[in-house]
């Protein structure tokens, strides 16, 4: 018996071994060509910055680029659970591309950690949704920061151009709810494609209806052309922009004209002008200084939502190795049950606290009220 049992502990000790020592396999899909380029390309960028080791695991990333064709995402996506076995994904850049991979991913049994806009990636929480984590902060928690400025500012009447997708109509769901509450009348509410090269009917309609502010609806570059078109017609009220529009070429492309737009983002946006005191503040900082030193060039935020997911990734992996090796079922299951549990876990774009029902995790701390002042951004205060 003594043998026996010494036996066992030796074949025990081999699995924990085993365990421990296995590769964690990521997928990466990015947008880092095609239309979403502006998106993607920080997000590819930021891929060789995520994490190679968690805990006891070494974790390998298999990068692809989708071509910003939802199509290929799917074929990216499929390849990488089919092919390369991977534990997780990290990825796609566009929001109708991850909403159309949520079902394979959700079949598949494996965690999709997508940096993009639209809440409709995790709400409303379903079976197949409970698969996915979020990157971003949702479209509610940047809006309410938005209609606050609105109200202080005494806005009654608001114009909303959005995209028509994902992203543009969850936005103008929650701000057609939250307008009510606050009493602000939408007078006008616009849509158009990411590709339009002209935006003019749709800006014509809302200057007709000459509202106190408008609200811009768009991820990477489609934030600038509706706003910039609307001051070509000689639009002067208060300008509103989402998220969407946090990056250098918002205001490289805008220039003169996107002068006084208000949004609400991250912190990394005016990160020298938040107090030390920010739980974030010192792991964005660090983000920015590698990806500079990398690529010789500052990241937009939409590359800090990759490099979050791996952050995420890093403190789930070990717990997931508790109970399985990586590469098999039960270890995605278990890893994700793992970014569930996620508490308190300061990354660049904010705080996370993930739970069964948010699978975003950010309050308060994953924002800042930001104004483009002087061809920059500053930090306008409370949000």
């Known amino acids: 018996m003594p043998l026996k049992k010494a036996l066992s502990t030796l074949l025990l000790s081999a699995a924990c071994a085993t365990f421990a020592q296995a590769d964690v396999k990521v997928g990466v899909i990015t947008s880092s060509s095609g239309p979403l380029a502006l998106v993607g390309l920080p997000q590819k960028n930021s891929t060789p910055l995520l994490p190679t080791q968690a805990g006891n695991q070494k974790v390998t990333y298999i990068a692809l680029d989708d071509g910003s064709d939802p199509t290929a995402t799917v074929k990216a996506l499929k390849k990488l659970i089919s092919e390369e076995n991977v534990d997780a994904i990290i990825g796609p850049s566009g929001s109708p591309n991850a909403m159309g991979v949520i079902q394979f991913a959700a079949e598949a049994g494996v965690p999709l950690l997508a940096p993009v806009g639209t809440a409709s990636v995790v709400l409303p929480m379903n079976e197949q949704k409970k698969w996915v984590f979020k990157t971003t902060q949702n479209d509610d928690l940047i809006a309410k920061a938005l209609v606050g400025n609105m109200v202080a500012k005494g806005v009654k009447t608001l ?32 849509r158009f494609q990411r590709q339009d090269t002209s935006v003019t009917g749709q800006s014509l309609k809302v200057l007709a209806a000459g509202p106190d502010a408008v609200l811009v609806a768009a991820p990477g570059s489609a934030a600038v052309m509706p706003q910039t078109t609307l001051f070509d017609q000689g639009y002067r009220g208060q300008m509103y922009q989402t998220h969407g529009a946090a990056l250098p070429d918002f205001l490289k492309l805008g220039g003169k004209k996107v002068e006084g737009t208000i ?39 939409f590359g800090a939502n990759t490099f979050d997911a791996g952050l995420l990734l890093q403190r789930a992996i070990p717990v997931a190795a508790e109970q399985a090796a990586p590469g098999t079922p039960e270890f995605r299951a278990a890893l994700r049950d793992a970014l569930e549990q996620s508490h308190e876990i300061a990354a660049t774009q904010g705080v996370y606290n993930m739970t069964a029902e948010d699978h975003s995790g950010f309050d308060e701390r994953g924002r800042e009220l930001i104004q483009v002042k002087n061809g920059t951004w500053t930090l306008l205060g409370s949000n």
């Open 263 to 301: 949004l609400a983002a991250s912190l990394m946006l005016v990160i020298d002008q938040v107090p030390d005191s920010h739980p974030s503040k010192q792991v964005a900082a660090d983000y920015i200084a590698a990806y500079e030193k990398l690529n010789g060039s500052k990241p937009a935020t």
């Open 159 to 190: 114009g909303f151009i959005g995209t028509a997708d994902p992203y543009g109509e969850n936005w103008a769901k929650v701000m057609g709810a939250m307008a009510v509450e606050h009493g602000i009348e939408i007078v006008a509410s616009e």
